[in-house]
């Protein structure tokens, strides 16, 4: 708002000083009166005028997503005491969500909406309860989407007047502004009070007037609710018509009255029949309990007075729905053209229902009829699409999630409970082949052997029934390294390779090609797949031999915590659960009770080791 008062300032400006022609702001309003004389500017002023110029139309680029179309200016003419109410609408736009404002111009506040007040907004209305001579002034809408703004104007003129009071000869009553009706001589015709309000009003005692006079069902005349029935019509029908009605509104009554000049016309037969541009017997998309409003479009010559309504089952839809007034005809405007007239008539559904589908709602204009059908609306199957889309998506990112926090045990638990215990048919002795570091007596190869030599076999071999190949343990006595390697190696399944942050450990692996061969061979021609286990955390690798490198870079690592209690020597732990990740699905029996410990099966809970077991301690 505020930008487009100071676009306003700059172009009345620049239009003073003959920029650019000063035109009206509202597109339906007219210059009146005489031409406008230039003035005579000096070179100072002519600086001044292109300056502003040049700031102007700067302005008005950056601005240009603020400013709001205008659509159109509506002159009323109303007398003061009564209700009046105005509805924004501008098709499509506010059959939408949109945001709807009202001001008062010029001021920049927008109109209350609180009901209580005498004038506020009440959705898309504004309404006065009553009017007063000080409402008078220029009202303006603002319809405003994501996109585009639309502002509908109303000039609304409030006069003192009397009902059937002898000044009303003078009065504005009398003008053009007044509705204007005609009657067809000889035939039969109506005329239309437009009583079209919110919910929060309700209308009843709707009465008709023909001068001072209450009009009484009768032969000539057949009142029936906002429209008047006038049976053949003559020439003395023609006159000054008013319609009444009491409005309700949080329980405060008004009185609400339109005047109607009725003109009567000879029809002349032969002339061409009005035309239903829509609807066209078509069907219309509209889900359950929600509100529509349809259109009749008719075009017809100016010299018929053919009677334009709604009906269902033959009925008008007024006095269909008369109790419930659930749907309404609304009010006929038109648009005069150069030799015919467009006329359009709605009907609104203030909440559709289910015996609503199905059933002809048929605008009639003479003798031309078109109906709608309500019909339920076809499942848009895009949606579903896109909602089954999305669930998939996001069961696959929640199983994806919950595998890979739980693919450890969850590989475990389906090796316990469909995977057997006997040998796989493969030609392999082993299930691993275990690689470690030596130190010097006297270091911290100590607990490097316990680990090795006591906890691992204890752990793999006799709580889980694997069967390892442990070089320094396994090995014949006197055979030569490389040859212990390139022989068991290939008898193995799996190569597990300890490592520690001193390189100097893995000198005979640095030292002897042979061995450096017997890795690569197990790594290459037989495919194994290699568990290394860092025995503390190894930050640099670039000292550690190419084949270790190689098993880092592609397989990864497992760090052992260095915890030698009971609970480290439990196969339910952190660190055996990836180890037995790692190894083969399949399981031996237990080993012989030979070995360096009694196989006593371990039993952990809340990730503690029980005591009984007997297992070993450093």
């Known amino acids: 708002m505020f930008v487009a008062y100071v676009t306003q300032l700059v172009w009345n400006y620049v239009a003073l000083d003959n920029c650019v022609p000063h035109t009206s702001r509202y597109k339906s309003e007219k210059k009146r009166g005489g031409g406008h004389q230039r003035r005579l500017k000096s070179p100072e002023m002519g600086v001044t005028s292109l300056l502003f110029c040049g700031v102007f139309f700067v302005l008005l680029f950056f601005v240009a997503a603020d400013t709001c179309e205008d659509i159109f200016m509506h002159n009323v003419i109303i007398s003061e005491g009564q209700p009046f109410l105005f509805n924004c609408t501008y098709p499509p736009e506010t059959n939408?969500?949109?945001?709807?404002?009202?001001?008062?111009?010029?001021?920049?506040?927008?109109?209350?909406?609180?009901?209580?007040?005498?004038?506020?907004?009440?959705?898309?209305?504004?309404?006065f309860l009553p009017l007063t001579v000080e409402d008078a002034g220029i009202y303006q809408c603002f319809i405003r989407n994501a996109h585009k703004c639309y502002q509908i104007a109303v000039n609304l003129t409030v006069f003192k007047s009397h009902w059937c009071d002898s000044s009303m000869e003078g009065s504005p009553i009398n003008s053009t502004d007044v509705y204007q009706q005609m009657l067809p001589i000889g035939k039969s015709g109506s005329l239309n009070c437009h009583l079209y309000f919110p919910e929060s009003c309700a209308l009843d005692s709707i009465k008709w007037y023909k001068g001072c006079e209450e009009i009484k069902a009768g032969e000539k005349y057949s009142p029936s609710g906002a429209k008047l029935l006038v049976n053949n019509v003559a020439v003395e029908d023609s006159g000054s018509y008013a319609c009444s009605a009491r409005l309700t509104h949080l329980g405060r009554h008004f009185t609400i009255r339109n005047y109607i000049a009725v003109n009567t016309k000879e029809v002349e037969y032969g002339r061409r029949i009005p035309n239903i541009t829509y609807p066209k017997n078509n069907s219309i998309e509209v889900p359950l309990g929600s509100t529509l409003i349809v259109n009749c479009n008719i075009t017809d010559t100016k010299e018929n007075t053919n009677l334009r309504c709604w009906r269902v089952n033959n009925t008008l839809v007024d006095d269909y729905y008369k109790d419930s007034k659930r749907i309404q005809e609304g009010i006929e405007t038109n648009v005069s053209l150069r030799d015919q007239i467009r006329y359009t008539v709605n009907i609104t559904f203030l909440k559709v229902k289910i015996e609503d589908y199905g059933r002809p709602f048929t605008c009639h204009a003479g003798v031309s009829a078109a109906y709608i059908i309500l019909i339920h609306p076809v499942p848009d199957f895009r949606a579903y699409l896109l909602g089954g889309l999305m669930a998939f998506l996001l069961l696959v990112v929640s199983v994806l999630f919950i595998y890979n926090s739980f693919k450890i045990d969850i590989m475990l638990w389906y090796r316990s409970a469909f995977h057997t215990a006997q040998a796989p048919d493969d030609e392999k002795l082993y299930d691993a082949y275990v690689l470690y570091p030596k130190y010097p007596r006297g270091s911290q190869g100590h607990d490097v052997d316990t680990l090795v030599m006591k906890i691992l076999p204890e752990v793999l071999e006799k709580q889980c029934g694997y069967k390892l190949f442990i070089f320094g343990?396994?090995?014949?006595?006197?055979?030569?390294?490389?040859?212990?390697?390139?022989?068991?190696?290939?008898?193995?399944?799996?190569?597990?390779?300890?490592?520690?942050?001193?390189?100097?450990?893995?000198?005979?692996?640095?030292?002897?090609?042979?061995?450096?061969?017997?890795?690569?061979?197990?790594?290459?021609?037989?495919?194994?797949?290699?568990?290394?286990?860092?025995?503390?955390?190894?930050?640099?690798?670039?000292?550690?031999?190419?084949?270790?490198?190689?098993?880092?870079q592609k397989h990864g690592a497992i760090q052992w915590d260095g915890d030698f209690t009971e609970q480290s020597q439990c196969a339910k732990t952190k660190f055996w659960k990836k180890v037995r990740y790692h190894m083969p699905p399949r399981r031996y029996p237990a080993s012989s009770p030979v070995q360096l410990l009694g196989h006593i099966p371990c039993n952990c809970k809340a990730g503690k080791c029980n005591a009984a077991t007997g297992l070993i301690t450093p």
């Open 96 to 127: 939408r969500a949109v945001n709807l404002t009202w001001y008062k111009t010029p001021s920049k506040s927008p109109v209350s909406n609180n009901r209580h007040f005498r004038v506020h907004q009440d959705q898309t209305w504004i309404l």
């Open 473 to 552: 343990r396994d090995e014949f006595p006197g055979q030569a390294v490389a040859n212990v390697i390139d022989e068991n190696i290939k008898l193995c399944r799996r190569l597990m390779v300890f490592v520690a942050p001193e390189s100097s450990s893995f000198g005979f692996l640095k030292n002897l090609s042979e061995e450096q061969i017997a890795v690569y061979n197990a790594l290459i021609q037989h495919g194994m797949k290699v568990i290394l286990i860092e025995l503390e955390k190894v930050k640099d690798y670039s000292t550690m031999p190419e084949s270790i490198q190689y098993i880092r």
